[in-house]
């Protein structure tokens, strides 16, 4: 058997991923987590008692990248089936006798990559965290700036009643904010050692193992723990759960700018350009290719995070294979929400919004978008039921004859119900309800400020 250096090109990532996430799972990089978490094990163990601090320190000096041919490392690695063996070999080879028979001292491969992840994890969670204000923040600009921006709520697809724009994405907003919550949290939990050897048990460490632990998690910046985690996988399932919920919020972002930018809605668009979106063949066309790309990693990274509830089906004491989907799909699914976090913060900070298309597609219908409204002026004195009958056949008149809905009520109510409606019609803009307090309560949220 034989290791390719040959990677597949991936067009998505290639156009719309993440550098900085990009190199935090980069081989350079985490060979270093690796080489980390093998220098402060010495480190530990020296100040524990189990080597001498001059084989810790030689130890040190030589965990670095200057030991490891990397070529060679991945050669040697699909002949023992994991890295980590040849990669204590040339550490050791960069030792004189002594030092070099402490390195990886009662050990196991997956304590030092299930330790370099964690380190990564926490890497990319405090990246994601990043790139999840910026989004957050451009869309609490629009927010902001539209408050009172009147707009057709919509369900089903079609109008429902009128709201506003900053209300609309207030709801997204709230979500950001929840979901800042949740990358902390993951942070956190992420952050864990992980040294308890070939049975989890630290039979090798011998008496001194907590200890170590402790130690080691502490020069590491992370949390220690007195129950192995070989085959527990919570923690890296909850990681990539949360990348792709990450990258959920910023596909229905997305989602909504692409419809709302639809020809025959034409209320939003992307920021514009020199053959921004443009099509080979159709010289009209300006795509909204920001928010495709972010719909794109955003069901990539939802399909993806299926494989790490396979991985914890782990049994006994070390994975038979589940453990190696993690190797593939973790990396993935950083990059994926890392890229939709990032595109979809670019296209809300761009966002080109069209009041006035908005205001005139309340009309769309001749203002059966106002039927709600209506009956709820006739409930007090008819009942809600009896209401709600007179404005549907109203609605239904309008509709079949292409009428406004006041004039088809004018019609159909008898005198009292005209003296219950009182002046029609009623305009889009009195029938918001608590829009832009919602708009102050979301960015409450996001600013920190409840």
């Known amino acids: 058997m034989r290791s390719s250096t040959r990677q597949t090109f991936k067009l998505l990532p290639e156009l719309f991923g993440d550098g900085r996430m990009a190199e935090i799972f980069s081989a350079e990089h985490t060979v270093l987590a690796w080489l980390r978490t093998e220098a402060a094990l010495a480190r530990a163990q020296a100040k524990a008692g189990v080597i001498g601090h001059e084989d810790a320190r030689a130890i040190e000096a030589a965990c670095v990248p200057g030991s ?23 550490i050791s080879a960069a ?51 539209h408050a009172g921006t009147v707009v057709a709520a919509r369900t089903h697809a079609q109008q429902a009643v009128p709201t506003t724009f900053g209300a609309k994405l207030a709801v997204l907003l709230a979500e950001a904010a929840r979901q800042r919550e949740r990358t902390a949290a993951a ?36 949390r220690t723990t007195e129950v192995p ?19 959920a919020t910023a596909a229905r972002f997305a989602r909504e700018v692409v419809d709302l930018s639809r020809t025959e809605v034409g209320e939003v668009r992307e920021a514009g350009g020199h053959h921004r979106g443009a099509s080979s063949t159709m010289p009209q066309k300006a795509n909204p290719i920001g928010c495709e790309a972010v719909i794109g990693m955003s ?56 009041p006035e298309t908005m205001r005139a ?69 009195s029938y918001t309800g608590d829009a832009e307090a919602i708009c102050a309560a979301a960015l409450d949220a996001w600013r920190g400020d409840t």
């Open 68 to 90: 490891i041919d990397l070529p060679r490392l991945w050669s040697e690695a699909v002949n023992v089936g994991y890295p980590i063996l040849p990669l204590v070999r040339m």
């Open 95 to 145: 030792l004189p006798d002594g030092p070099n028979g402490r390195v990886h001292y009662g050990a196991t491969t997956q304590d030092i990559m299930d330790t370099g992840l964690a380190l990564q994890m926490g890497e990319a969670l405090d990246h994601l965290a990043g790139l999840l204000g910026a989004f957050g923040d451009a869309v609490a600009g629009l927010v902001a700036g």
């Open 361 to 429: 597609n309340l009309d769309a219908e001749g203002g059966l978008i106002m039927a709600e409204a209506y009956m709820m002026r006739l409930a007090p004195a008819l009942g809600r039921e009896r209401a709600h009958d007179l404005v549907y056949r109203a609605a239904h008149e309008a509709r079949a004859h292409g009428r406004a809905l006041a004039e088809a009520l004018r019609d159909v109510a008898g005198p009292e119900e005209l003296r219950s409606l009182g002046v029609l019609p009623i305009p889009p803009e």
């Open 229 to 247: 985690w070989h085959v527990a996988r919570d923690g890296v399932a909850e990681f990539g759960v949360t990348c792709a919920s990450l990258a």
């Open 299 to 354: 069901g990539t990274a939802g399909a993806l995070s299926s494989g790490l509830f396979r991985a914890m089906e782990a049994g006994h004491e070390r994975a038979a294979g589940e453990w190696q989907v993690e190797w593939y799909v973790v990396p993935l699914l950083a990059e994926l929400a890392a890229g939709a976090l990032a595109t979809a913060a670019d296209v809300a900070a761009g966002l080109r919004v069209f």
């Open 187 to 222: 942070a956190r939990q992420v952050r864990v050692v992980s040294l308890f050897g070939a049975g989890g048990t630290s039979a090798a460490m011998g008496e001194r193992a907590s200890e170590v632990r402790e130690g080691l998690a502490g020069l590491l910046g992370l």
